[in-house]
Structures are given as structure tokens and as C-alpha cells.
């Protein structure tokens, strides 16, 4: 029987993929997208409808306004749109609305609330750019967003709830009824908001009375508020405006002639008065919202919120009077008008007290409190004499070298060209002499200075690096708002809070955010404080450079003033200013020109900042019980130093040629020592001998036949680091020839009563930097070679 043979199973065939397929998958694809598309289209009008209904109809138009309180909650004043302000669409010129349509929407009459080609246009931008950036919105959407703006940032989320708005929008009101709302809810920069403030705030007009150009300038202003504003960037604003007129020409709504006329016409913005007493801290109020809080001044501005704030109304309706008294500011001429700026901080807990921006200030204008100008001398407490008192090695009686000086090529000069070689820190502050700054700071070092500054909030540009920041030479300055904080710290015992304006915001009576106030921060010790406070009170004594503020109450600050760099006018002043406090409040003032030149800079003295600062603090003060600076437990006291010498008799042995006795009449203080400086004719300074405690019989024996000699004595106080001014200068002339018996070179005090003798010690040497104590038997020189001038401290 033959064998069955073995089927092999055959293999399975690869399934084609057929055109038919291929037809019936796209056909599912494309039924699945657009089951997809209808859903996502119901949920979005569904969404749509739903937030539309609610939303209280009246609030379309407008809405509550925002309000600002003052510290007592007192109203300060009221933002955003208010009743009254709107207007209706037969109010509306339609060539105005023509400009709109043509620059933000031109198939605004066309589209049902999104313009799918505007938006899909949009879209390919954002994936190239990898970002939601591009535009593409109707006026519609514009509204819709303008309504929703509680959500500022860009997300796929909220613009999917903006287009759901627009829809339900497009549903419920007319194209006439959408754009009348659109255009006055919108912002148009420098504080106007809607269409009928902007015509008033940019041309002084109602919205019938606009010429062309004008219309074009405002249809042109909502792609961006702030740039396009004609009163902040005139030259932005124009060049916007002619994209305008450009757009209209194209869709027909005007002639060619007309877009002529208007492409060239410069803006002037129409004189006007601040609306309110304190636009400058309402300014400043706003823009801190949005820096520390994030909460932009167009979501403020819509209206609703509630702002509670630090501003003391009294010291700003002062403040304002008083910068409008033209008395405290330099004649001006109708080219530039002289400008200032004042800031009052609390320094017991940082709250922004009153606030200028500027003479006439006007709503959102410039406000110079916020600016940077390099603050000359004011800025020596700050980054010279605070950081050398932190040291411990240096207090307000220590003496500072004032003379001529060469620091690498750097050459500062005091103003008046007097160099009498030594002053007290004391004096030195107190006369805003340079030298002894620039060479204070050189003594503890730049960074030690730098280190300090930033500590107290100063911002450095990297070419700051170098001595002239003694005298305020920075690159890029400080504002006023900068210079009152970083005294505070002085007028708080060494801690410094952050300034600030909001305590809170609150929206429908909850609250949206609040400060939350840090523990100060200790910059400084308390005895720099108390020591730095005490050298800036003799600021304010007569023969101080800040002596016009003095007034009824304790008061210690700092003037400080800038020379132009124009050549040929650089001995002429560019800023002034005064930084100061009270027990109570601290101050910033800079008074100067927005753009110096040849025929514009202070010609007004030095001490104009300071008379500001007395009306200022003196009024607003004026209720406030006048307490003192008073100094914190465990601060030493400052010591004057040791009254100087002024009997100096230097007297030839007559028994030896090559010796010379010293005498004066002791300081009546066990701590009190003495330092001994002579030089001959030969040498250009003196050098210091030697450092003794005793005065009884103490001889030079280090004389040449036939030289001559000149001798002065300083007392110093070995507790405190001061020393007192130089003693009259003895002479000494050394004859020719004379007895010179066998002896070892040196200077030696001889024997006493007591038989207490200091031997002399050839390799002996004095320090340059005395130490805290002094040793009971003093320290002697072997040899007259110059040493090392001392540093006085």
C-alpha cells in the first residue's frame, strides 16, 4: 500500500491595502473629525451662551468703576470708565468707525464673530513661531476678550472661551450694537478709556469734531495702548497712523487727497490739568499691581476692584501745593520748564507715603520718582561713610586726609579748591567735601562700598567700578524712590523695609491679594545707623550744606548736586538733590531738567532741594507730636576726641647738640595717648615718631648739626579711634656744630622720678594703624627714616 503523502499547509497571503480601503478609512476620518468638529462646535456655543447669561447686560457697556483708598480709607480717587462716559452709535462719525474696521476687522460685516481665514492664518504663524503670539482676532473677539480680560494670559483654553463669547455675542447683539460696545470699553493708552476719553484726552474734541487724521490716530492706538499713545511716542504714533490712513485708502473709505492731507500732520497734545491731586502715586499704584502682583492696569481699569493703599492724603495734598508754588523751582523758559520729583516713605514699615512725579504732572506722564539721575553727593552716607562706620574701624570724629590726590589717574577735586590736608568725617559730611570721600572709599575698598549700596537696594551698572561712585558718579544713578528706601534704613536703626504703596486689592469684597509684609531687613548695625544719623544731623546745622532744613523737629539728610558734561559748561550744575528723614518719615528730591543742554540747567543754589523738603515735612508733619532720634540700647556714645595741643615747645639740650626736648600739657584722660610727627626741610610731609602716654621728659635724640626741624603733636584717644586736631608746630634749628657725646641712635623718653625708662629698640617700627589699645610704655622709632603716613582714624 503506498504512503499518503503529507499536505503542506500553503503560507497566508498578505492582505493588500486596496484604493478602496484607503477611500472608506479618509471616509471614516473625515465623518469622525466632523462629528467632532459638531460637538466641539455645540459645547463652544453652549459655553458661549452660558457665559453671556451671566453677565449683568448693564456691565457690556460698563462696569463699577475701580476705586483707591488712601491709608484710612479714604476714596483718593476712582479709574476705568465711568457712567456717563459712553456713547451711542448714532454719537460715532462713520468715517471713525471706518477707520476701525479697515485697521482691525475688515470683514467685520461679513463674519459671524470669527473670521476663520484671519484665524487660520494666525494659526500657522503660532506653530512656525512655536508660540500664541499672533493676532487674528475680530472686533468681536476683541470684545469678548475685553470682557474676560481676568484672564490675561494666553492660553488655548481662554481663546477657546473667547471665541465661544464672540458667537454668543454675534447672536445676541447687532454688528452696530458690537462695535458701539467695542469701542468704549477699550483701552487707548495714557489713562483714556473709551472712545469719547480718548478724543478728549488726545484732542480736546468730542467725537464729531475729529478731523481725519485724528480718527486715524485713535483707530490706529488699540494694537498697542502703550506705544502707540501720540502723547507718549508722537513719532510711533504717526508712523502708525499712516498704516491707518494706508489701510483706509485700500478698502475705499477715503480719498487719496485726504490720506494726503493727514499722513503728515504732527500731533500737539492739547494743554490739561490733572483730573485728580495724586495722579503720580495712582500711576505709580497701578504699575506696582502689575510688577508685584501681576494684575495688569487694563483688568484695574475695567473696573470692579477695590485698591487700599499707604498714601497719607494730607502730606500729598502738601506735597502738590507745594510743588506748584513756581518760589522753590528756577525760572524757566517756554522751551523747557525745571523739573523735580519728591517721594515720602515710612520707615517704620515701608508704606510710600506721598508721591510727585513731576511739576504739572498729568495721567500716566513721566514720573521722575521712578527715574534714575546720578545723585552726587547724597549718595556718599550710602556707599563711603555708612560702609566705613560698618567696619568698626572708623566713626564720625575719625580724621580723613583731604588733600591733593592721584588714584590711578582718577583726579577729584573739592569744589572750592581748598586742600587743608586733614578733616574731621564730621566736617567732612557736613561741607560735602570730595577728597575725603574718594579717598575714605579707596581706604575701605571698593567692594566693601558696592557690597553695602546693594545691600540697601542700590543697583550697580558694571562700569560702576571705580572711585568717582563717592561723589555719585554712577553710569546709570538712582532713583528718588531708591535714595528715600536705602535711608530709611539710616532712620529705622539699620533696618530697611521695602517701599510700597498697596496693602491690598479686593474684587466683589474678596480679596485678591494683599502685601505681605517681611521683616525688615537688618542692613547695617545699630551703631552705623545711630552714628551715620548723627553725622547727617550736622548736615542741617548752620554752616551745612542742608541748613535750610532745619525746622521744628529733628531732621538729618544729605544734599548732593552734579556738574553737566557739556564742554565748556562743566563747572554748571545739572541735578540737585536732598535726601533726608525725620524721626517720623524719610524724603527723596531731585530737582533738575528732562533734557540739559546749553541754556537749560540749575542755576538755583544747592540748598533749594532742602528749603522744599522743610515746606514739605514741616506741614505735613504739623499735627504729628515731635519726638527725637534716639539712640538703641548698648550703642557706645560718641566721644568728641581729645582737645588738641597747642603749647608745643621743642627746646635744644643745651648740654647736647644732638637732643631736643618735647613738652606740651597733657589731656587730663588715662585714655588719651600721644603722637609725635616731625619733618625737616629736606622732606616734603611730616612722618610719624613715635606713640607715647607719657609727656614727662621726652627728648629727641636723633638730631643732624646744621638741620632744621619741625615738629606737631596729636592727642588720641585710644578707646574711641579719634584723634584731635594738630598741635601749633614747634621749630627746631640745629647748630652747625655743638656737643655730641657717644650715644645709640634712637628716641627715648628719660629716665623719671619713678625710674621708668624706655630703652630704645633699633628694629623697632610704628604701625600706620594704631591699635584699639594703647601699651603703657610707648611704642619708640629707631631711626628718623619717613615712615608710612599714618591713616587717621
Not at 662 to 689: E, H, Q
Amino acid at each position: 500500500m503506498a504512503n499518503a503523502s503529507k499536505t503542506v499547509p500553503k503560507p497566508k497571503r498578505k492582505s493588500k491595502w486596496t484604493l478602496r480601503k484607503t477611500i472608506l478609512w479618509m471616509l471614516f476620518t473625515v465623518g469622525f473629525a466632523v462629528i467632532c468638529a459638531s460637538v466641539g462646535y455645540i459645547l463652544i456655543i453652549y459655553n458661549g451662551q452660558n457665559l453671556l447669561n451671566g453677565i449683568d447686560p448693564t456691565q457690556l457697556v460698563t462696569k463699577d468703576p475701580t476705586i483707591i483708598y488712601d491709608s484710612n480709607n479714604q476714596v483718593i480717587e476712582t479709574i476705568g470708565q465711568q457712567k456717563g462716559q459712553s456713547v451711542g452709535y448714532q454719537d460715532i462719525p462713520q468715517k471713525l468707525l471706518n477707520a476701525f474696521i479697515a485697521t482691525e476687522d475688515r470683514r467685520f460685516n461679513e463674519h459671524s464673530g470669527i473670521d476663520f481665514k484671519s484665524v487660520g492664518r494666525a494659526a500657522v504663524k503660532d506653530i512656525i513661531n512655536r508660540s500664541t503670539s499672533e493676532g487674528g482676532s475680530t472686533i468681536t473677539q476683541q470684545l469678548a476678550k475685553n470682557i474676560l480680560f481676568e484672564h490675561p494670559k494666553k492660553t488655548l483654553f481662554r481663546k477657546a472661551t473667547e471665541l465661544s463669547l464672540a458667537m454668543a455675542l454675534e447672536g445676541k447683539f447687532s454688528k452696530n450694537e458690537i462695535i458701539t460696545m467695542y469701542l468704549n470699553r477699550i483701552n487707548f493708552g495714557s489713562g483714556a478709556w473709551g472712545i469719547k476719553d480718548a478724543a478728549k484726552r488726545y484732542f480736546g474734541k468730542d467725537l464729531k469734531d475729529l478731523e481725519v487724521w485724528q480718527m486715524a490716530t485713535l483707530a490706529g492706538i488699540p494694537k498697542s495702548p502703550t506705544n502707540y499713545s501720540p502723547i507718549s511716542f508722537p513719532d510711533k504714533s504717526k508712523e502708525r497712523r499712516q498704516v491707518v490712513l494706508k489701510l483706509m485708502l485700500d478698502q475705499g473709505y477715503i480719498t487719496e487727497a485726504e490720506k494726503n492731507a493727514a499722513m503728515d500732520v504732527n500731533f500737539v497734545a492739547p494743554k490739561q490739568n490733572s483730573n485728580h491731586a495724586s495722579s503720580s502715586f495712582v500711576d505709580y499704584t497701578l504699575d506696582e499691581a502689575k510688577a508685584l502682583y501681576g494684575i495688569d492696569e487694563e483688568v484695574l481699569r475695567l473696573g470692579g476692584f477695590k485698591i487700599y493703599t499707604t498714601m497719607d492724603t494730607n502730606a500729598q495734598q502738601i506735597m502738590e501745593q507745594t510743588f506748584e508754588n513756581d518760589q522753590f523751582f528756577q525760572k524757566s523758559d517756554a522751551q523747557q520748564k525745571m523739573q523735580g520729583a519728591m517721594v515720602i516713605v515710612n520707615q517704620k514699615n515701608g508704606g510710600i507715603v506721598a508721591m510727585v512725579g513731576g511739576r504739572d504732572y498729568v495721567d500716566k506722564g513721566l514720573n521722575r520718582v521712578t527715574v534714575k539721575q546720578q545723585p552726587g553727593s547724597s549718595f556718599k552716607p550710602i556707599v563711603v561713610y555708612a560702609p566705613a562706620i560698618e567696619t568698626g574701624q572708623w566713626n564720625p570724629y575719625s580724621m580723613l586726609e583731604d588733600k591733593e590726590m592721584n588714584f590711578n589717574g582718577y583726579k577729584p577735586h573739592n569744589y572750592d579748591n581748598n586742600y587743608p590736608g586733614q578733616v574731621s568725617m564730621f566736617d567732612a559730611v557736613k561741607e560735602s567735601i570730595n577728597l575725603p570721600a574718594v579717598w575714605l572709599l579707596d581706604q575701605i575698598k571698593l567692594k566693601t562700598g558696592m557690597q553695602f549700596a546693594k545691600g540697601l537696594g542700590i543697583e550697580f551698572d558694571p562700569q560702576d567700578t571705580n572711585l568717582a561712585i563717592a561723589l555719585g558718579g554712577m553710569t546709570q544713578g538712582a532713583t528718588p524712590l531708591q535714595m528715600a528706601q536705602a535711608y530709611s534704613a539710616f532712620a529705622n536703626n539699620g533696618a530697611m523695609n521695602k517701599a510700597h504703596a498697596i496693602l491690598k486689592i479686593t474684587n466683589d469684597n474678596k480679596e485678591v491679594t494683599s502685601y505681605k509684609a517681611e521683616k525688615a531687613k537688618q542692613v547695617m548695625s545699630l551703631k552705623t545707623a545711630y552714628y551715620t544719623t548723627e553725622l547727617l544731623k550736622g548736615v542741617i546745622e548752620p554752616g551745612g550744606t542742608g541748613a535750610s532744613a532745619k525746622m521744628n523737629r529733628p531732621v538729618a539728610g544729605k544734599t548732593g548736586s552734579t556738574q553737566l558734561t557739556i564742554k565748556g559748561l562743566e563747572s554748571k550744575t545739572r541735578d540737585l538733590w536732598f535726601v533726608g528723614y525725620t524721626p517720623e518719615w524719610t524724603a527723596a528730591i531731585w530737582m533738575g531738567f528732562d533734557k540739559p543742554d546749553k541754556t537749560h540747567y540749575v542755576t538755583i543754589k544747592s540748598g533749594s532741594t532742602a528749603a522744599l523738603f522743610k515746606e514739605v515735612m514741616s506741614k505735613a508733619l504739623a499735627k504729628v507730636p515731635v519726638t527725637n532720634f534716639t539712640k538703641p540700647d548698648g550703642v557706645p556714645d560718641l566721644k568728641a576726641p581729645p582737645k588738641g595741643i597747642s603749647d608745643l615747645s621743642v627746646v635744644l639740650d643745651p648740654t647736647d647738640n644732638h637732643k631736643a626736648k618735647l613738652n606740651w600739657t597733657a589731656v587730663d584722660d588715662p585714655s588719651v595717648a600721644y603722637r609725635v610727627f616731625r619733618k625737616t626741610a629736606k622732606d616734603k610731609d611730616f612722618t610719624m615718631l613715635m606713640e607715647v602716654k607719657s609727656v614727662v621728659d621726652l627728648y629727641d635724640i636723633t638730631l643732624t648739626f646744621g638741620e632744621t626741624y619741625q615738629y606737631y603733636v596729636i592727642a588720641y584717644n585710644t578707646d574711641f579711634n579719634t584723634e584731635s586736631d594738630k598741635s601749633n608746630v614747634a621749630d627746631l634749628a640745629v647748630p652747625l656744630t655743638g656737643i655730641s657725646p657717644s650715644e645709640s641712635p634712637g628716641i627715648s623718653p628719660t629716665p623719671t622720678d619713678s625710674g621708668t625708662n624706655v630703652s630704645p629698640s633699633p628694629s623697632s617700627t610704628i604701625s600706620p594703624t594704631p591699635s584699639d589699645s594703647a601699651s603703657p610704655t610707648p611704642t619708640n622709632l629707631a631711626s628718623p627714616t619717613p615712615t608710612p603716613t599714618i591713616n587717621p582714624q
